[in-house]
């Protein structure tokens, strides 16, 4: 089964401060794509950051980044220096080739809370 | 701007009463999503349609159907809507494996 596991359902974070959102996922398949979507209170979900799993080096955008484990199947996302407006629903989610081409999996979610 | 429209934002329908709700696209994009998220819940997947190929998920119930006349539009149709099925339904487009989705606001579905 394919599978996004997100651990942590509430983070809260300091303004200006660090904050790390755990994802872990499960695949058979060797070719992936990895995001880190959020999701404000709107509702337009929208994409932070993407990581293909062939690649080695991190994706970093701006104050955000993931730190990929491809063994551990792991891909954590980095927010520094955290912004009032980066409180919302963030979703761990991957898409794959092969057998399940085009589908696109989210996991639970984590609500990050700012705090000023 | 290009982008993901959904409509209508929100929808009342009776119990039992078919209902279908819109997506369209203008970017072109040849895979088209169609989501069910619950209140605090993840997205969940019901069908996606790459190009004219139709796949649906396992889990989804008989009652959901979609119709993708064009690239630009897709259709989630409910034959019988539960209460269960109040909720909000996401449009998303992708332009293919590995691409980032964008998606449409929602469109919030409420059965009485």
């Known amino acids: 089964a394919q599978t996004v596991t997100q651990s942590q359902p509430e983070m809260s974070v300091q303004e200006a401060e660090t904050v790390t959102l755990s994802c872990t996922y499960d695949?058979?398949?060797?070719?992936?794509?990895l995001f880190w979507y959020k999701q404000p209170p709107s509702r337009q979900m929208i994409l932070v950051i993407r990581?293909?799993?062939?690649?080695?080096q991190n994706a970093t955008e701006n104050r955000f980044s993931v730190n990929f484990q491809k063994a551990a199947k792991s891909f954590s996302l980095k927010i520094s220096d955290s912004q009032l407006g980066d409180a919302a629903m963030y979703f761990c989610?991957?898409?794959?080739?092969?057998?399940?081409?085009?589908?696109?999996?989210f996991g639970r979610g984590t609500q990050l809370t700012v705090w000023p | 701007d290009a982008m993901v429209i959904q409509n209508p934002r929100y929808q009342v329908t009776q119990f039992g009463k078919p209902v279908t709700l819109s997506c369209s696209q203008t970017?072109?994009?040849?895979?088209m999503y169609w989501y069910q998220q619950k209140s605090s819940q993840a997205p969940k997947l019901l069908f996606h349609?790459?190009?004219?190929?139709?796949?649906n998920e396992a889990d989804t119930p008989d009652n959901f159907q979609s119709r993708r006349p064009n690239t630009s539009f897709c259709f989630l149709d409910i034959r019988s809507p539960g209460l269960g099925d109040a909720a909000m339904y996401l449009c998303?487009?992708?332009?293919?494996?590995?691409?980032?989705?964008?998606f449409g606001q929602g469109t919030r579905l409420t059965v009485v």
């Open positions: 349609y790459y190009d004219k190929d139709f796949n």
């Open positions: 970017l072109n994009h040849n895979v």
């Open positions: 695949t058979s398949e060797s070719d992936y794509y």
């Open positions: 989610a991957y898409t794959t080739g092969g057998s399940t081409l085009g589908r696109l999996y």
């Open positions: 990581q293909e799993a062939y690649k080695q």
């Open positions: 998303a487009t992708s332009g293919g494996q590995g691409f980032e989705a964008f």
